[in-house]
């Protein structure tokens, strides 16, 4: 089982990290033949405006999205969730995403005053102490269909109640950056998800 990390930009190194201590074999995927070969795929923290700019010029926008909707899982931290969402808010005008995920997702929601802030959040699916929390000129989810799970929210300041992670089938979104505090929770949920997709496809194909 190989996850690969979209590496045309973001913080593709930290990602890498975090998914080797987590226990997985990881890969940068840069071009279509790399795509290829992951079983899962990490979207970085960075900016969704290039990294959307640069899937296209490198020709994975479609071979992404295609992936995505064969079911390959897919996390998607900050700029990554934004890559994820139906719609993107504040976006500009020629942005495009992967999609994916059924939610309406606000590009540097938190305001510009407050770039970025930490916080401990409660995330349901990841037992123990609440999550540390790193938001870096973070979207937050403005709104979610039925069948998207809410998994976080900002509890308390003036972003309370805001959604901050979500997952959809084998789509996980995090407005945070979880690979930036050696917290490997939220990577072992991915890293779950995606063997847990893996076994699926190898009873299906015995059956
Ligand atoms: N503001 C960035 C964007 O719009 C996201 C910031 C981040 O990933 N830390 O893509």
């Not at 071979?63 to 998607?76: D, K, L, Q, T, W």
Request: aromatic share 6%.
């Amino acid at each position: 089982m190989v996850i690969g990390v979209f590496a045309l930009q973001g913080d593709v190194r930290e990602h890498v990290h975090a998914l080797t201590a987590s226990g997985a074999s990881a890969i940068a995927v840069r071009r279509p033949s790399e795509l290829a070969q992951v079983d899962g795929l990490v979207i970085p923290g960075g900016e969704s405006t290039v990294m959307s700019r640069l899937s296209k010029v490198f020709g994975l926008l479609e071979p992404i999205r295609e992936r995505i909707a064969s079911g390959m899982p897919v996390y998607g931290s900050c700029a990554g969730m934004i890559m994820l969402a139906s719609t993107v808010l504040d976006g500009r005008a020629d942005q495009e995403s992967f999609g994916g995920i059924d939610m309406t997702v606000r590009r540097n929601a938190f305001g510009r005053q407050v770039d970025s802030f930490e916080t401990d959040l409660e995330f349901s699916g990841v037992e123990g102490d609440p999550v540390h929390a790193v938001f870096i000129r973070a979207p937050w989810v403005e709104g979610v269909a039925p069948d998207v799970e809410v998994l976080a929210r900002v509890s308390g300041g003036p972003a309370d109640g805001r959604i901050v992670a979500v997952r959809q089938g084998n789509l996980l979104a995090t407005s945070f950056h979880p690979e930036l505090t050696g917290d490997l929770r939220v990577h072992d949920l991915f890293v779950r998800m995606v063997q847990e997709a893996d076994n699926q496809a190898t009873e299906e194909a015995v059956r």
